[in-house]
């Protein structure tokens, strides 16, 4: 029997909402940008100006978010003239939620026709070259998990039953956040990140198994929303926070309040970069 998947009508129900809270706001415009933000990362939304802030709660259908770090928030808003979703938060599948409940919010923005997607992390390095305070741009992902957003009765509006993932993080938008990065002076590495469910932190073998396999860093999030942006037609940048060394590495225990605070450190880099990306991809 077919996996019980949200409907077409819960989506545009919970768009329809959040499309009538901002319709006095940003000159009507329809947002052109989602952010998806990660942990210890959500005052980019303090960027925003004409903003409207709506809780997770009062949207129809929405998830809630459960885990510390994550505000649990929908802020949209204009930046220097570009109209943003962003989202303070996210959902994730060790919280109970089901990967279609997890993607809700990415199947929104797709109804609401937004072209653009960004998705932001606090991940783990599995690469001693890499360390905490680094940002990694994301090239491309590893997902051994069996589920997948996509399980289950297809919504053909938003994209074909069996979707190409070659090109899942945009190439041409990976070369303009280079080029971004660069002119900023931040040295940003590029690497593969690896997707486990959670919420146990991964053992030092699964770690060094990881690295074999060709990850450079490992993360709880992200990966379901990518299928689904993907799946959607959405142009998808991802950009990870190396908040830590993944276990087996430092030779010191993971602690999710460490995370929270290494992402604070770094938020200053990441807006200016997130911020220049937006602003130069804006104009293709």
């Given at each position: 029997?077919?996996?019980?998947?949200?409907?077409?009508?819960?989506?545009?129900?919970?768009?329809?909402?959040?499309?009538?809270?901002?319709?006095?706001?940003?000159?009507?415009?329809?947002?052109?940008?989602?952010?998806?933000?990660?942990?210890?990362?959500?005052?980019?939304?303090?960027?925003?100006?004409?903003?409207?802030?709506?809780?997770?709660?009062?949207?129809?259908?929405?998830?809630?978010?459960?885990?510390?770090?994550?505000?649990?928030?929908?802020?949209?808003?204009?930046?220097?003239?570009?109209?943003?979703?962003?989202?303070?938060?996210?959902?994730?599948?060790?919280?109970?939620?089901?990967?279609?409940?997890?993607?809700?919010?990415?199947?929104?923005?797709r109804y609401m026709n937004i072209p653009n997607l960004i998705v932001t992390n606090a991940a783990g390095s599995v690469d001693e070259n890499y360390e905490p305070g680094d940002?990694?741009?994301?090239?491309?992902?590893?997902?051994?998990?069996?589920?997948?957003?996509?399980?289950?009765?297809?919504?053909?509006?938003?994209?074909?039953?069996?979707?190409?993932?070659?090109?899942?993080?945009?190439?041409?938008?990976?070369?303009?956040?280079?080029?971004?990065?660069?002119?900023?002076?931040?040295?940003?590495?590029?690497?593969?990140?690896?997707?486990?469910?959670?919420?146990?932190?991964?053992?030092?073998?699964?770690?060094?198994?990881?690295?074999?396999?060709?990850?450079?860093?490992?993360?709880?999030?992200?990966?379901?929303?990518?299928?689904?942006?993907?799946h959607g037609g959405m142009k998808v940048m991802g950009l990870s926070c190396i908040t830590n060394m993944a276990t087996g590495i430092s030779g010191k225990p993971v602690r999710?309040?460490?995370?929270?605070?290494?992402?604070?450190?770094?938020?200053?880099?990441?807006?200016?970069?997130?911020?220049?990306?937006?602003?130069?991809?804006?104009?293709?």
């Amino acid at each position: 029997m077919p996996v019980e998947k949200t409907t077409l009508e819960q989506i545009r129900k919970a768009a329809e909402f959040i499309s009538s809270r901002i319709s006095h706001t940003s000159e009507c415009r329809r947002p052109k940008f989602g952010l998806v933000l990660g942990s210890g990362l959500g005052s980019f939304a303090d960027q925003l100006t004409h903003k409207v802030s709506i809780g997770f709660e009062e949207i129809p259908h929405f998830p809630v978010s459960t885990v510390e770090g994550h505000e649990g928030r929908m802020v949209i808003g204009d930046y220097k003239g570009v109209v943003l979703l962003v989202l303070q938060g996210r959902f994730h599948y060790y919280e109970g939620y089901s990967m279609d409940e997890v993607t809700f919010p990415i199947r929104c923005m797709r109804y609401m026709n937004i072209p653009n997607l960004i998705v932001t992390n606090a991940a783990g390095s599995v690469d001693e070259n890499y360390e905490p305070g680094d940002l990694m741009l994301i090239r491309d992902h590893i997902k051994f998990h069996g589920d997948s957003p996509l399980r289950g009765p297809n919504i053909d509006e938003f994209g074909p039953r069996f979707n190409d993932m070659s090109d899942p993080y945009t190439g041409e938008i990976r070369e303009l956040a280079k080029k971004c990065a660069d002119t900023l002076g931040i040295f940003l590495k590029e690497g593969v990140y690896y997707y486990f469910a959670g919420p146990s932190y991964e053992t030092a073998s699964e770690v060094r198994a990881i690295n074999i396999l060709g990850a450079n860093a490992v993360g709880m999030s992200t990966v379901p929303e990518v299928i689904v942006g993907a799946h959607g037609g959405m142009k998808v940048m991802g950009l990870s926070c190396i908040t830590n060394m993944a276990t087996g590495i430092s030779g010191k225990p993971v602690r999710h309040g460490d995370v929270i605070r290494a992402g604070e450190t770094v938020k200053d880099k990441f807006i200016r970069l997130v911020s220049s990306i937006i602003l130069e991809w804006d104009k293709l």
